[in-house]
């Protein structure tokens, strides 16, 4: 379904100091894997479109969503509008307990991400989930694998993903790399990417992605799936903020999702949609009204549970 071509209302930013302009609602792609809950594939399709028609044009995805099933769906989705997308995935993460940051399999991984993502080339190809791997390795064997693929055009750009700040910014700090994705440090149940990571990047010109405007679903009125990582009082917090906003006729993921697009240093917000539903309603907080007042009352409510966080990772990459 059509909801009025509104292309021209999309804001697009350039990526750090990559040639990419991506539009500042970006398209993630993990639910398409079911990774939140059991999805029809073929209304996955409809929102892809739908999404595209409307001028997003950035898509994430990893083969580790739904064990490459996200992947596969987004690349069937993607058939004939290949080129109006700036398409991102990634390497080195393949399962929860999965991991493999290696040049063989770094250049391995492209390849099988090529033929799922039916096309010759990846705009944005990232390490995924770098705490998981030894940052000696990242540095000195898997960001230069993934440099080689950038030298025979399979990639345009490189970067990487991931959750300890400290630890994104200690790698971008001893090798270069296009991009940084973080995940659930910036949204409104915390806000310390702004000081662990927005200053770095911006000082480097590193381009800056913002994932998980919902908090992995936490911040939506159906609740965070079973596996989410948050304490019980963090998902107690995010209950009570969604009643208060509820209470005052909106609802908390737009309130969240706005207050992400307001971030003036983040070129991409990146929040997970599988149905035209998800894509209408994640269209229109982007076309709503900023209000930092709403926003500052609802951070009120979570109280003392902004910004928990949680481990991830190798024991020596938290932080
Ligand atoms: P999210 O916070 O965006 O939440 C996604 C969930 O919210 C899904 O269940 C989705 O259907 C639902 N949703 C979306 N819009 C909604 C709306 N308007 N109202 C109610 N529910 C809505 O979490 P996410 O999907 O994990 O993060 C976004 C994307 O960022 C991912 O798909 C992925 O592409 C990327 N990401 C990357 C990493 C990494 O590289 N390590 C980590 C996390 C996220």
Known sequence: MAMGTNAQVMEYRRLGRTSLNVSLLGFGASPLGDVYSVTDPAEGVRAVALAIENGINFFDVSPYYGATLA???LGKALRGKRQEVVLATK???YGLNDFDFSAKRVAESMEESLQRLQTDYI????AHDVEFGDVRQIIEETIPAMRKLQKEGKARYIGITGYP?????KIADAVEVDTILSYCHYNLMVTDMDEVLTPFVKGKGIGLINASAL????LTEQGAPEWHPAPPKVHEAGRRAALY?????VNISDVSLRFCLDHPSVSSTLIGMATTED???NLKALRAASDPELAAEVQKQIGGAMNHVWKSGKPENQG
Request: net charge positive; with cysteine; hydrophobic share 30%.
């Open 165 to 169: 700040l400290r630890t994104l910014r």
């Open 245 to 249: 906003c509820r209470e005052r006729g």
């Open 215 to 218: 908090h992995m679903g936490l």
């Open 279 to 281: 894509v209408i309603c």
């Open 71 to 73: 992947e596969e769906r």
């Open 123 to 126: 705009d944005l190809f990232q």
């Open 91 to 93: 390497c080195g993460r």
